[in-house]
Nanobody, 114 residues
């Protein structure tokens, strides 16, 4: 069993920054893919950024503004979000994909005001 808990969401003005954190626990394998997804109001959930080993992938809309990082020793995943825009508003979910399953947290809300 794997537990995933997000934190760090909040309300911020456009142009501001937030840092999301994800703490995982349980049977975490050393080889996996971890990522951040988001669901904007009225839209489907989309991938924001993923990281496997040291290779990161970003959706085009956040490139140059967001940075994903992981600490394998602590089983944590962070997302540094800069130059936030109102269209970044949504619920952000942490995700772990590894042999045996896919795991999601309950999400943390990010609201960017214009």
């Amino acid at each position: 069993q794997v537990h995933v808990v997000e934190s760090g969401g909040g309300l911020v003005q456009a142009g501001g920054s937030l840092r999301l954190s994800c703490q995982t626990s349980g049977n975490i394998f050393s080889v996996n893919v971890m990522g951040w997804y988001r669901r904007a109001p009225g839209k489907q959930r989309e991938m924001v950024a993923t990281i496997a080993s040291n290779r990161a992938t970003y959706v085009d809309s956040v490139k140059g503004r967001f940075s994903i990082s992981r600490d394998n020793a602590k089983n944590t995943l962070d997302l540094q979000m800069n130059s936030l825009k109102p269209e970044d508003t949504g619920t952000y979910y942490c995700n772990v994909i590894q042999r045996g399953g896919t795991y999601w947290g309950k999400g943390t809300q990010v609201t960017v005001s214009s």
